[in-house]
């Protein structure tokens, strides 16, 4: 038997190499995909909706979806003059105040911001502030958001984010969704 | 290798231990390697680590299974189970304080140990994988005691873990996938805790794996030594048993009676007050840190709070936190020197020590908040660590000029004992009780 001759050993070989590595990846899956978030996890991802009569303007509350926090704030008009006057290069990742800024239907009830609670950074909630420009001050990495979340200075790269979110009516808020009257 | 030549051989005299020797010879090579193993004469106290590690982490290992009985590692019991341990189970209190200040001792000694390798040039060829491996422990450790500190399930705990797991998604677009995978959901919660507990448990038992390779890589090449100069001959050596075993267990004692201070009279100094409080995915924490062995490496994650050209300033502080422990591992390869010891290096001697420093600078600047002049300070301090390891090492070995080497280690250590007045040792080639560190 020649050495560049195909023998049946040579199949044999190939054969069980490959149906080897095949197997061990399909094996391997399950195993790697266990770790993602389970059924219960992934369901309690539905939108929630929210009273939030009872928030007066300059004041916060911190409510959960999908177990992470949000910060439903009312801001008071000087408040929404001092976001508007917060100029490009102040901030990180510049968007303007008007973006983040709603409310409900009727325009002369748009003071309401709804950010991520958690910091851009790494996580942390930012505490609640109001002295000149500063809306929150993260206390972990020294992060300084203003009154709609912008990111003005520190290491969190952008501003929080904004989860997708709809008044249904004056005073009931709904944050997973941004369709009215899902 | 020629010159690691044993002192005396295994000759088992009794009955079942030629059956066992003919059998599976377990007993010659426990013999070859921690009794008639040839160390050099010359090592210090400070090689003493590797010895002090070992049993770490079985005393790790011991008061963890035992721990484990008593944990719940669910998160609306978590807190009050290891509350049990501390009240209700026998002796919880003293085998908690035990773990928890055991990691603390333990990243305590690999630092020591971490340190007398880079002051005596170990990781120098043909070293180069013994410390690599050293390495892979080293992350393995970091591994386990940022789970471990998860498991409590205190405020601490939640907001370390959830910074640390936060460090994924700095990367674009596969960050959040990744920390939701790390963390079984959304944010930090039951998944998180279970899947921690079950790694918290395995982790250590690979590290005892790493570490069989790590003593295996070593007894290969040997051990260096103060001087730097490779064995040359029998009278360099003294046998492991009983000289090494003797002073690597006088070591063991002092090392342990520190321990042992302060898990009976500073059974919290190294911990944290707010991980007595439960976690609270709400409210976080005034001033989070992490633990102390972590916070040179948090003090570099925090003090790029700039963009580099495309990389922002999140992504920069972890590619620099990560980058300043992976740069340990192509050390070998950084400093160019072929001289080992820094005792014969007298520039970088001086550097060496500035780096202790720094190390310990940052660790200390981890611990205040991120503001002001400790943000301008890290940034120098970071500045230096990288500069130590990326310029000074390549430059000084090409341009510093080392002491005269002497030709052995028995010349170093009879030139030594001469210069000190000590009695000469005669020369015969059996050792000398008289090599002192």
């Known amino acids: 038997m020649t050495s560049d001759e195909t023998t049946r050993r040579d199949f044999i070989y190939v054969a069980t190499g490959m149906l080897g590595v095949v197997g061990v990846a399909g094996l391997a899956w399950p195993f790697i995909d266990q770790m993602r978030p389970d059924a219960a996890v992934r369901a309690a991802g539905q939108p929630v909706e929210i009273d939030v009569s009872s928030v007066e303007p300059g004041s916060a509350i911190i409510v959960t979806w999908r177990g992470k926090p949000y910060f439903v704030r009312r801001l008071t008009d ?41 910091c851009t ?27 709609t979340g912008r990111i003005l200075h520190g290491p969190a790269p952008i501003n929080l984010p904004q989860p997708p979110h709809v008044f249904a009516s004056d005073t009931n808020l709904i944050i997973g969704t941004d369709t009215a009257g899902a | 290798m020629s010159s690691l030549e044993h002192h005396g051989t295994y000759t088992p005299t009794s009955g079942i231990g030629k059956w066992i020797d003919a059998r599976m010879p377990l007993p010659r090579l426990m013999y070859d390697s921690f009794v008639a ?22 005393a790790q290992i011991l008061t963890g299974v035992v721990l484990a009985m008593h944990y719940t590692s669910d998160t609306g019991l978590a807190f009050t189970s290891v509350e049990n341990i501390m009240r209700d189970v026998n002796h919880g209190w003293l085998l908690r304080y035990m773990h928890a200040n055991g990691a603390s001792f333990f990243f305590f000694a690999v630092y020591l140990h971490i340190f007398r390798g880079m002051y005596y040039g170990s990781y120098k060829a043909p070293r180069e994988l013994l410390w690599i491996l050293g390495c892979i ?111 690597d267990s006088f070591a063991m004692m002092v090392f342990f009676a520190i321990f042992a201070y302060f898990i009976f009279y500073l059974p919290n100094y190294l911990g944290h007050p707010d991980n ?105 301090a970071t500045a230096y660590y990288f500069i130590f390891f990326l310029i000074i090492l390549p430059v000084l070995g090409l341009i510093e000029k080392p002491r005269r080497l002497p030709n052995s ?21 059996a050792a000398s009780p008289e090599n002192r560190g």
Not at chain 1, 125 to 134: C, F, L, R
Not at chain 2, 174 to 184: A, T
């Open chain 2, 137 to 247: 422990i080293y992350l393995l450790m970091m591994a386990t005691g940022f789970m471990g500190y998860v498991l409590p399930w205190g405020q601490m705990s939640f907001w370390g873990a959830t910074v640390i797991t936060g460090f994924f998604t700095a990367f674009p677009v596969i960050g959040d996938p990744i920390q939701q995978f790390l963390l079984g959901g959304y944010a930090v919660d039951n998944a998180t805790l279970n899947r921690f507990f079950s790694l918290h448990y395995l982790l250590p038992f690979m590290i005892a794996g790493v570490v069989v390779l790590h003593v295996w890589a070593l007894h290969v090449t040997g051990q260096t030594n103060p001087t730097g100069i490779e064995v040359k001959s029998k009278t360099d050596t003294v046998a492991f048993t009983p000289y090494a075993t003797v002073k």
């Open chain 2, 409 to 429: 280690i028995t010349e170093a250590v009879l030139e030594r004992n001469r210069a000190s007045g000590a009695q000469q040792v005669t020369g015969s080639a």
């Open chain 1, 121 to 147: 950074h790494l996580g942390c909630i930012p505490k609640v502030v109001d002295s000149g420009a500063d809306g929150w001050h993260c206390p972990c990495h020294g992060s300084v958001f203003d009154f």
């Open chain 2, 276 to 380: 007595y409080t439960e976690a609270n995915a709400l409210v976080t924490p005034a001033h989070i840190v992490p633990e102390w062995y972590f916070l040179p490496f948090y003090a570099i994650l925090r003090g790029i709070t700039f963009n580099i050209g495309p990389i922002d300033s999140k992504l920069g502080g972890v590619l620099a936190m990560f980058g300043s422990i992976a740069v340990l591992f192509v050390l070998p390869w950084l400093d160019t020197s072929k001289v080992r010891s820094a005792d014969y290096r007298p520039w970088y001697k001086l550097f060496f020590w500035i780096f202790v420093a720094d190390a310990i600078f940052l660790g200390w600047l981890g611990s205040k908040p991120a503001e002001g002049v400790y943000t301008s300070l890290a940034q120098i």
């Open chain 1, 78 to 118: 000087a408040e929404i003059t001092a976001a508007s006057g917060v100029t490009v290069d102040q901030m990180k990742d510049p968007q303007p105040a008007d973006q983040r800024i709603g409310g409900p239907a009727d325009e002369a009830k748009k003071d309401w911001v709804v950010v991520a609670a958690n």
């Open chain 2, 37 to 58: 193993y040839p160390v050099p004469r010359n090592l210090n106290y400070a090689y003493t680590f590797g010895g002090i590690l070992s049993l770490m982490l079985v």
